[in-house]
């Protein structure tokens, strides 16, 4: 069993029946759930995972204080801490004196305004451009067990994805960065001989692919070191993983770099296939960077389109 579901159940054992028992005229006021950092939080937790951070538990949170008071607030962390600290061979970690950082009692406004940068989810077109993309996925992640008042479900719907002419302007610049890095830098690093530079650019070619892999999927790119494991769960272009990695895990030989350069060609025309599907390109041609300004060229804000392709990334 996973630990997003090890923390629901826990919930719905413990934390629940606490509530009604103890505080059950602030149930219309707070919500409970898991979601946030943490590998159970995106459901990839494994028996690896169970070496650290990986605890029964739950987020409680509360609205602002004129709404739920700080005696309350401490009450609360009070009666949450006195709940079992194990539970299905999983051991509860010790919470900070005003809650833990992933579970515990936790202002609304202050967690997502830590993960996202804001505190209702409602952001200006520079706020999302600053917005951290794993933050976003953090803020939007796992699932919510309760919700009394809606309020926390509302911002997580706000921030669920990219407003349209974010999503241009960060897919243009990241196709743009391909196009650099893979279909042109690749092979003229190796031609000066530079096989470290080569490997750098497909390295470049790799991330900015990735990013614009899930730009296309209208989801947040999560954590790095979980990126391959949720490129593989999207609807759209999941079968490149297998090709990014032949790229990134493969030397620069010249019989190798050849193949290599065409799996960056054949995974450029995929990508620009998708493109076309979404109705986000005019250009009709297999060049990365042609494509990145006309997706540019297609964003409605004219402040936004005019800024630096690059802007965004």
Known sequence: MQGLEICRRYYEEFGLPMLESQFPELLPQIACGLFGSGSECFGYDDAVSRDHD????????????DMVDRRTEFLLERAYAKLPKEYLGLRRDALAPVGGPRRGVVRAAEFFSEHAG??????????WLRAPEQGLAEATNGAVFYDGSGLVTEVRARLACFPEDVRRKKLAGELLLMGQSGQYNYRRCLAHGETGAAQLAVCEFAQSAIHAIFLLNRRYRPYYKWAFRALRELPLLSAEADSLEFLLCTDNSPDMA??????IEDLASRVIGV????????????????????????????????????SAV
Request: glycine content about 6%; some cysteine; proline content about 3%.
């Open 54 to 65: 990986l605890s029964p538990g739950f987020l409680l949170l509360l609205p602002d204080e």
């Open 118 to 127: 804001t505190t209702n989810g409602i952001m200006s077109t520079d706020d």
């Open 258 to 263: 050849e193949e290599k350069y065409y799996a």
């Open 275 to 310: 493109l076309q599907d979404q109705g986000l390109t005019e250009a009709v041609c297999g060049d990365l960077e042609k494509h990145a300004y006309s997706v540019n060229d297609s964003i409605s804000d004219n402040e936004l389109r005019t800024r630096h392709i690059l």
